[in-house]
Nanobody
């Protein structure tokens, strides 16, 4: 059974940084796609960034140049380094995992993923 547990959320002022982590267990696929999503109150869940087992990354336009997704395969951990945070980045951030290398065009869509974490709150104040 796949388990994804996020951590690292918190409150920060605009311009600050946070690093999210996602610890994955029970995931034995050699080829996979993992991603970070976020959901603000009253809004739909949106894709932020994704990475596959080959290290190929995809970013939403709204976070390009500010966020970096990475992974530590030895520790089965996914990261999201968030710099230059803005109030509009405030949301619950979710880690997601899917079997295989998804099409690049689909990697920021919720339907590309089968497993989800419980989320971690990120609040950015102005």
């Amino acid at each position: 059974q796949v388990q994804l547990v996020e951590s690292g959320g918190g409150s920060v002022q605009a311009g600050g940084s946070l690093r999210l982590s996602c610890a994955a267990s029970g995931y034995t696929y050699n080829k996979y796609t993992m991603g970070w999503f976020r959901q603000a109150p009253g809004k739909e869940r949106e894709g932020v960034a994704s990475i596959d087992d080959a290290g190929t990354t995809v970013y939403a336009d709204s976070v390009k140049g500010r966020f970096t997704i990475s992974q530590d395969n030895g520790k089965n951990t996914l990261f999201l380094q968030m710099n230059s945070l803005k109030p509009e980045d405030t949301a619950i951030y979710y880690c997601a995992a899917g079997f295989g290398r998804r099409l690049l065009a689909a990697r920021l869509m919720t339907g590309a993923y089968s497993d989800w974490g419980q989320g971690t709150q990120v609040t950015v104040s102005s």
